[in-house]
Antibody, heavy 129, light 106 residues
Framework: QVQLRQSGPGLVKPSQTLSLTCAIS??????????WNWIRQSPSRGLEWLGR?????????DYAASVKSRITFIPDTSTNQVSLQLNSMTPEDTAVYYC???????????????????WGQGTTVTVSS | EIVLTQSPGTLSLSPGERATLSCRAS???????LAWYQQKPGQAPRLLIY???SRATGIPDRFSGSGSGTDFTLTISNLEPGDFALYYC????????FGGGTRVEI
């Protein structure tokens, strides 16, 4: 059974960097049949995808345009984790942050998508001084 | 960028009734990449349907998905008390896009 366990602070000051970690059990961060997303949710913005990382002979990163200039994902095969860093935090970044797995299968270069099927427990992040 | 519009915003129904939720895409999308999720207060979203009509593991057959092109539907037959929740559609592509959600309430 695949599980994702998130850790990180719940309170961040404006202009600081948010660092969250997603520990993966039951799957591998470098699996060819998975991608690892960070998604946030707030009343004003709903469910907002921040980006994904995945391994297909090398690491790939897709970031949402809205945060691309200040976001970094860091996969770590030694600890089987993926971390999020989001710089220059503002109150508008206040949200519940989730890591989540896409289950995919690539056959003849076609991506078969089986859903974002496993989610972390969520981390409530408040940006305030 | 694909925009997903869900309707209605809120659906008021009683246990035993049928719920019909709509998701409209701003442009035609492959049904392979359309999914539905249920979310209850304080919980992460839970995958219900992928590929527009395939139920995820453990999802009862009261939940069914259909549609193609720009119009997709999630149907919940014989509503049970645990089905009253928020529902989101999602498109998988270069990015993940979510609809604004439909609340199914008693």
């Amino acid at each position: 059974q695949v599980q994702l366990r998130q850790s990180g602070p719940g309170l961040v000051k404006p202009s600081q960097t948010l660092s969250l970690t997603c520990a993966i059990s039951g799957d591998s961060v470098s699996s060819n049949n998975a991608a690892w997303n960070w998604i946030r949710q707030s009343p004003s913005r709903g469910l907002e995808w921040l980006g994904r990382t995945y391994y297909r002979s090398k690491w790939y990163y897709d970031y949402a345009a809205s945060v691309k200039s200040r976001i970094t994902f860091i996969p770590d095969t030694s600890t089987n984790q993926v971390s999020l860093q989001l710089n220059s935090m503002t109150p508008e970044d206040t949200a519940v942050y989730y890591c989540a797995r896409d289950r995919v299968e690539v056959i003849a270069k076609y991506y078969y998508f089986y859903g974002t099927d496993v989610w972390g427990q969520g981390t409530t992040v408040t940006v305030s001084s | 960028e694909i925009v997903l519009t869900q309707s209605p915003g809120t659906l008021s129904l009683s246990p035993g009734e049928r719920a019909t939720l709509s998701c409209r895409a701003s442009q035609s999308v492959s049904s392979d990449y359309l999914a539905w999720y249920q979310q209850k207060p304080g919980q992460a979203p839970r995958l219900l349907i992928y590929g527009a009509s395939s139920r995820a593991t453990g999802i009862p057959d009261r939940f069914s998905g259909s549609g193609s092109g720009t119009d997709f539907t999630l149907t919940i037959s014989n509503l049970e008390p645990g089905d009253f929740a928020l529902y989101y559609c999602q498109h998988y592509g270069r990015s993940l896009t979510f609809g604004g959600g439909t609340r199914v309430e008693i």
